[in-house]
């Protein structure tokens, strides 16, 4: 098992930056493929970014591309979103999740429903 909490969302005006974290505790860390997802009120859940076990591959949904990064510190139990530019259409509950397949060590996860632990979320809310 794995427990999962962010933190890092707060309210920023439009073209502001925040970023995210997303820390684990239990099992080793880079046993998972990790994912950052959002939702917004009326619509479903979105991966936003996910990144491999290993962390050396990435994917971000067109919507963030270029504006949003995520990467992992294995070492610190942690994975992150920086999010730039932000536009008001990226306020959204943010939450993270882990994936424990095991797959390959660069193999992203982007079915939703194969992530099977989830962080509380955090609330990220941008201003126009």
């Known amino acids: 098992q794995v427990q999962l909490v962010e933190s890092g969302g707060g309210l920023v005006q439009a073209g502001g930056s925040l970023g995210l974290s997303c820390a684990a505790s239990?099992?080793?860390?880079?046993?998972?493929?990790m994912g950052w997802f959002r939702q917004a009120p009326g619509k479903e859940r979105e991966l936003v970014a996910a990144?491999?076990?290993?962390?050396?591959?990435?994917y971000y949904a067109d919507s963030v591309k270029g504006r949003f990064t995520i990467s992992r510190g294995n070492a610190k139990n942690t994975v992150y979103l920086q999010m730039n530019s932000l536009k008001p259409e990226d306020t959204a509950f943010y939450y993270c999740?882990?994936?424990?397949?095991?797959?390959?060590?660069?193999?992203?996860?982007?079915?939703?429903?194969?992530?099977?632990?989830w962080g509380q979320g955090t609330q990220v809310t941008v201003s126009s």
């Open positions: 999740a882990a994936d424990s397949n095991m797959y390959l060590v660069d193999t992203i996860v982007g079915v939703t429903t194969e992530y099977d632990y």
């Open positions: 239990g099992r080793t860390f880079s046993s998972y493929a």
């Open positions: 990144i491999s076990r290993s962390g050396g591959s990435t």
